[in-house]
């Protein structure tokens, strides 16, 4: 191991601001000191953070750069780790470690908060620039005379859309813009759903781009998802509440997706297709660090705005350029599903609900298993090309004038 | 120098919440003597430092955004003593302490003698005998469904890579929370306040933190309203049975006031006569040599120590105590607590739970009375002929243009914007 010595982890440093990829192992023991920029070094995460992300990067990126060494981690866990031959008198904290030992997961802790960082600065004028859009769409419908105002005059009962809850908030909101009534006393119940192993991962979805969850294991193991099916998508039991509130002729239960607007008013051009903006499973684990990060940043109900009206598109754009699989359950837990699934076809075949599409479609197909569970490496790669893609300090300069 | 801010950082368990008490309740007095205590709930500072450390506590968080930059806000504009106190704030790390610091006007890169704000570090600090029990507690009373065993296999992992770990020794190694806080700070302006041995009379802690804090000229208020109880072994090997058991489906929100303030804080620390929780005899020996790398530590940083610091050692056992079988024997073990003991305990909890049920059925049953009521007298009121006659009045105008216009300049001047008249 080097000599002690700080000055030459600040000419490291000063390096990796330069857009240097050298490891700490590698870098030379001669090699010329550099003042202290800072009270103290950096953590050995952040600065392994700035060395991958010089590696995946075409130029450096100071701007970048200044943010990444100064980031903290979220939450609990390991604290910012020395870099070794930084302290002569090390006998307290934890122990240096080589930045290259470093996994992702590790990493991962602090690119959440720097992605957050960029939603709560330029996700507001992004989500205003998308609402400014709305309205103008939503104006020129309204001009659409008479369209939307007769279906409004017309006393239609209406529908309540339950179910999966991925699949069922875009509806609504097409439902919504396009002037049909949600909901009423006499409304029709139409309970949407498709194969169980896509709802359960829609669910957990639709939590990580909303207040946050746990790992998809962990979620899997202790959270909702163990032992009972969250109760959006148990569709049965969904099928029975609504049955007892609207009556057993209200409810529809749709088992295939793309048959939704067979009883919705609505033209099935109109309706987005699920899977387009389902993200992909390394997609889902970083949004759900975003959505912890972000809590700390932003209130709730602005959460879940710059993470579905922000964050989401560009997942789904990174998507298109580099496809990655959809979240699915692993393969130890699939039988428990299909049992799941099996279940509650019967359930609701023998309450006799009117049924959209093929009872069959519930039930998961496990020769056509499609998906992955997250990866911490694909979702490290992730989440730096969307760091190297975010707005840039010119972004933030515009914020703070503008 | 006009300012100065005295940083009270912790640790956990050392009588900080009842010095924060003090410091809430006598805010007045403190003002007074040009000393800014800046908090408006007694939790401030608390919430300042999740926003500090960017740490999620249990949806608290969302109170947090912003808290730590107004509080260091507050404290810059003060041309006298702020005070800031929060045991959590040892946690911090490295770049989270120097962003605190700096934010307090603090600066590393200029001599003491030429800085505008002088920063004192404070640490209250108590011995590893107690230290480690209690810390297993306090995850407890948070939901942790760890075992003691394992708690304390984890904490002794040289790696500290488990979350329970790396904040165990975060907010406990004494020498690695002083280094971050106060490496570039002159010994003399940092106060080590040592937690008197079990059996001192409660006024020594207080006297010491008094000094610390530079309030002992001051006359206050130290009624205790605010406290950190702690439980003893049947007690909280039920709570962490209970934790197992509704972890999954009592949200945060429920879990403290009922778990944590109701079952732990006001019913289960009421307890007496119950074993205490200690730290298994054998491992004395091996947090006794920790602690003592610690007591040198601070004695060769030249630190200003209020108290004594050798009561850091702790009552651990002799050596050859500690390896008697007696002494194992002897300890209770809160991983096989008696069943009777935790039986009693849960008849506790369940009498107070069920008392609180009742508690709750007595404020729904009056809420539903108010209610009733309400919409009676909304009935009353719709039924009045002026009522009617307004009514009608307002829906002739809204038909027309020249009356909805009408209608907007009088609600305009009345001063709100509801449609009733």
Redesign the interface.
Known sequence: MAQADPGRAWGWVAALRSGSTTPWSQWPPDAAPAPAL???L??AQQLELLRRVNLASAAPRPDLAERIL?V?????????LELPGTSTSR?????PTDPTDLGAAELLRFVG?LLAEDLAVSGHRELAEEASGAVTSSRAAATLPARARRRLRRRAPGHRLVGDPWLVDPLRQVMLAQGHPLGGSRSAVVVIGTDLVTMLADTYTARAFDDGVAPWHRWLR??PG?RTLPPRIDLAHVARHWQEEAGHRRVVVVTEPRLATDVLPLRSSAVPDPDQARPSADAVDLARRVA??L??????QERRALLRGVLLPRLLTDNAQHPAPPLTVPEARTSWVVRQAEQMRDDLLEAGYAVVGDPEALVPRTTDRRGAVPDSSGVLDLAIRLLLTGPGRDHRKAEVEG | MTRRVLLHVGTPKTGTSYVQDVLFRNRDTLTAAGILYPAERFDAHFLAALDLMKLPWGGLEAEAIGAWDRLAERARAHRGTTIISHEILAHASRAQAGRALESLGHRWDVAPEERETEVHVVLSVRDLIRQVPAEWQENVKHRSTLSYAEFLDQIRDPERRSRVSSWFWAVQEIPAILDRWAHDLPPEHVHVVTVPPSGTAPEVLWKRFSRALDLDRLDLDLTATRANPSLGVPETALIRRINASANDVLVPGDYRPLIRELLAHQTLSQRRGSARLGLPPHLHRWFGEVEQSWVDAIRERGYDVIGDVSELLGASLPAEAALDDRAERSWADPDRPRPREVADAAVDAITALALEAARLRGEEHRLHEELAETRRALERSYLRPSYRFRKKVVRRLASSRPGRTMLRSYRGLRGRNSSSA
Not at chain 1, 72 to 80: F, H, K
Not at chain 1, 295 to 300: A, F, K, S, Y
């Open positions: 800072d009270r103290d950096p953590g100064a903290g981690a979220t939450g609990r866990g390991r604290p910012d006998r307290w904290g934890p122990e908060m202790t959270g163990d912890a990060a809590g700390l940043l932003v209130p709730r």
